[in-house]
């Protein structure tokens, strides 16, 4: 008998009959045994559409009323997949972020778990109870509902499963697991049986949406197991992301390839190199709360330097304005950007103890006439910036020149 955390998206409770179906899942479980707590969001388009209700009074929606409106999506479907439960026969009852409680931080839309209280679940598990938590809420010190971010009740099954100290978090979603890329881009990407946690959240990063950034973290940090699954399936394993990597396998040394197309690039030419330059440009964009991505800065020449960085393609212009107030500080010669690019990156644990890699990888690219732009790694990660025409060859490319087709 295990405790397991399970928890549904979006799409795997989008409508009455899928809410069935996940009852039949959890009732499963149930039968066999286990303490099963299942999270789930809001049925699918749902928050999206009570964001664009709010907006609709207030173009920029207060974030407290915007938290207190997001949260009813979520509300909705603990309550709908409860009688579902109770109507097989499996006896079940839900639970608001408020009510568990999950106690956050009062950074309302974004806000940060700080404790759960067990109690109430525990109660309910051992009389034999399912428990159905709403994800994506919590609640801060003073009583405010608020909501942990897009994509939040990832996070909101991790954390419970952390703190019921459960033997495993499962989570359910639309795909059978991590894929070493995108199959809409390369149909031969395989499914993964295993991923480390340091890779997933790469992948994560780079834009594989499999699973919210944070609660990959949070995994990590905790050390909960954490598998991902089809709702739509009944076989599989799917994907378990793993603490460690496993010292007894031949680690592949490419676990997969990631790509964002969201970017943009900007660069400042000719600006001073003199202490405090980077400052005064990253510090300028980071006070308009715009991510840095890619940070590069040439080898000056003639007491000038010039400075590039990347960020989110929706930020493009934002920074792009900002840029020209520090040139006008600072004296730099031009502004130049590109808003037509993309990242490429290939993740994986194996490259820190293999050399060779990033040469693989560029001589891949060259052969197919690709120009790189920029180039960035870490110690299990080669990230190229290229032209957004490029994406996806080069992931097809570099998918086969890592042996993942195989
Ligand atoms: N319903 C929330 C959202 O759409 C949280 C989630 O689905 O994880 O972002
Ligand atoms: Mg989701």
């Given at each position: 008998m295990a405790?397991?955390?399970q928890k549904?998206g979006?799409?795997?409770?989008g409508n009455?009959?899928?809410i069935?179906n996940?009852a039949k899942?959890?009732?499963?479980?149930?039968?066999?045994?286990?303490?099963?707590v299942v999270v789930?969001?809001?049925?699918?388009?749902?928050?999206?559409?009570l964001?664009a209700?709010?907006?609709e009074?207030?173009?920029?929606?207060?974030?407290?009323?915007?938290d207190?409106?997001c949260s009813?999506?979520?509300?909705?479907?603990i309550?709908l997949?409860s009688m579902a439960?109770?109507?097989?026969g499996?006896p079940a009852?839900?639970?608001?972020?408020?009510q568990?409680k999950?106690?956050?931080?009062s950074?309302?839309?974004?806000?940060?778990?700080?404790?759960?209280d067990?109690?109430?679940?525990?109660r309910?598990?051992?009389?034999?109870?399912?428990?159905?938590?709403?994800?994506?809420?919590?609640v801060?010190?003073?009583g405010?509902?608020?909501?942990l971010g897009?994509?939040?009740?990832?996070?909101?099954?991790?954390?419970?499963?952390?703190?019921?100290?459960?033997?495993?978090?499962?989570i359910?979603t639309d795909v059978?697991?991590?894929?070493?890329?995108d199959?809409r881009?390369?149909?031969e990407?395989?499914k993964l049986d295993?991923?480390?946690?340091?890779e997933?959240?790469?992948?994560?990063?780079?834009g594989s949406?499999v699973?919210?950034?944070?609660?990959v973290?949070?995994?990590?940090?905790?050390?909960v197991?954490?598998?991902?699954?089809?709702?739509?399936?009944?076989?599989?394993?799917?994907?378990l992301?793993?603490?460690e990597?496993?010292?007894?396998?031949e680690q592949?040394?490419?676990?997969?390839?990631?790509?964002n197309?969201d970017e943009a690039?900007?660069?400042?030419?000719?600006v001073p190199?003199?202490?405090?330059?980077a400052?005064?440009?990253?510090?300028?964009?980071?006070?308009?709360n715009i991510?840095?991505?890619?940070?590069?800065?040439?080898v000056g020449?003639d007491?000038?330097?010039d400075?590039?960085?990347?960020?989110?393609?929706?930020d493009?212009a934002?920074?792009?304005?900002i840029?020209e107030t520090?040139?006008?500080k600072?004296?730099?010669?031009?502004?130049?950007?590109d808003n037509?690019?993309?990242?490429?990156s290939?993740?994986?644990v194996?490259?820190?103890?293999?050399?060779g890699v990033a040469s693989?990888m560029f001589?891949a690219?060259?052969?197919?006439?690709?120009?790189?732009?920029?180039?960035s790694?870490?110690e299990?990660?080669i990230s190229v910036?290229?032209?957004?025409k490029?994406?996806?060859?080069a992931?097809?490319?570099l998918?086969?020149t890592?042996?993942?087709?195989?």
């Amino acid at each position: 008998m295990a405790l397991i955390v399970q928890k549904y998206g979006g799409t795997s409770v989008g409508n009455p009959e899928r809410i069935k179906n996940v009852a039949k899942r959890v009732a499963k479980f149930h039968a066999q045994g286990h303490q099963v707590v299942v999270v789930v969001s809001a049925m699918s388009g749902e928050t999206n559409k009570l964001i664009a209700l709010a907006k609709e009074v207030q173009a920029n929606p207060d974030p407290r009323e915007l938290d207190q409106i997001c949260s009813t999506g979520e509300q909705v479907t603990i309550g709908l997949l409860s009688m579902a439960l109770m109507d097989i026969g499996v006896p079940a009852r839900s639970y608001t972020g408020g009510q568990v409680k999950v106690l956050t931080d009062s950074t309302f839309t974004k806000a940060r778990i700080l404790s759960i209280d067990e109690a109430n679940m525990r109660r309910d598990l051992e009389a034999g109870k399912v428990v159905v938590v709403a994800g994506f809420q919590g609640v801060d010190a003073d009583g405010n509902i608020t909501t942990l971010g897009r994509g939040g009740s990832d996070t909101s099954g991790v954390a419970l499963a952390a703190a019921l100290k459960a033997d495993e978090c499962q989570i359910y979603t639309d795909v059978d697991g991590v894929y070493t890329t995108d199959p809409r881009v390369v149909p031969e990407a395989k499914k993964l049986d295993t991923i480390t946690f340091e890779e997933m959240l790469e992948m994560a990063s780079l834009g594989s949406k499999v699973l919210q950034i944070r609660s990959v973290e949070f995994a990590g940090k905790y050390k909960v197991k954490l598998r991902v699954l089809s709702s739509f399936q009944d076989e599989g394993e799917g994907t378990l992301i793993t603490v460690e990597e496993d010292k007894n396998m031949e680690q592949p040394i490419i676990s997969g390839i990631a790509f964002n197309r969201d970017e943009a690039k900007l660069t400042m030419l000719g600006v001073p190199d003199t202490p405090g330059i980077a400052y005064q440009i990253l510090g300028a964009i980071a006070d308009a709360n715009i991510d840095v991505d890619m940070i590069i800065q040439n080898v000056g020449h003639d007491g000038t330097t010039d400075f590039s960085f990347t960020v989110n393609r929706g930020d493009f212009a934002k920074a792009q304005g900002i840029l020209e107030t520090v040139k006008a500080k600072l004296g730099g010669r031009e502004i130049t950007g590109d808003n037509k690019i993309c990242k490429v990156s290939a993740v994986g644990v194996g490259m820190r103890s293999h050399p060779g890699v990033a040469s693989k990888m560029f001589k891949a690219l060259a052969d197919e006439g690709i120009n790189i732009q920029m180039i960035s790694t870490s110690e299990i990660k080669i990230s190229v910036v290229l032209d957004e025409k490029y994406l996806e060859l080069a992931v097809r490319v570099l998918h086969r020149t890592f042996g993942l087709d195989q």
